[in-house]
């Protein structure tokens, strides 16, 4: 009789238990959903090169750090891929050469903004971001692109 007592009562308690799991399951999603937006909202800069010794990767590297305060007002994310193997389906995703430099500028809806094989300068790197789209074939952006808005 006991064991019939117990087994009613964990029929009782089961809906609880499920409910409680698709709670959880929608929390879960909701606050994948809002993290998943707000990485959206970050502008990506991605570095390219052959290894953490090409010196325009350096130089790249020593200007964003002279200017940290630009690039976190423009809320800009700097990813360095600097070793092909490791990073092959990247390099080969944004179809970078796998042994030069190369800068790639992603906009916030992650589309390719601006690309280039040399460095650039922060403040022309800040001039295109904070300007119309039209300004990207001006400041001589080697690969431009269609949909540029």
Do not use: C
Request: glycine share 4%; net charge positive.
């Amino acid at each position: 009789m006991r064991y019939l007592q117990d087994f009613s009562k964990s029929l009782i308690a089961a809906p609880k238990f499920n409910r409680m799991k698709y709670f959880t399951t929608i929390l879960f999603i909701l606050f994948f959903s809002a993290v998943s937006l707000q990485a959206q909202g970050v502008r990506r800069l991605l570095l390219f090169a052959g290894d953490t010794s090409n010196t325009d990767l350096k130089l790249q590297r020593q200007w964003l750090q002279s200017d940290s305060a630009g690039v976190v007002q423009r809320d800009i994310w700097i990813a360095i891929f600097a070793d092909a193997r490791t990073f092959r389906r990247m390099y080969d995703h944004h179809d970078v050469d796998r042994d030069e430099f190369t800068l790639v500028l992603m906009k916030k809806d992650g589309t390719e903004q601006f690309r280039s094989e040399k460095p650039v300068p922060t403040k022309e790197l800040f001039e295109l971001i904070d300007s119309p789209p039209a300004k990207a074939i001006e400041i001589g952006n080697s690969k431009p692109r269609n949909n540029q808005n």
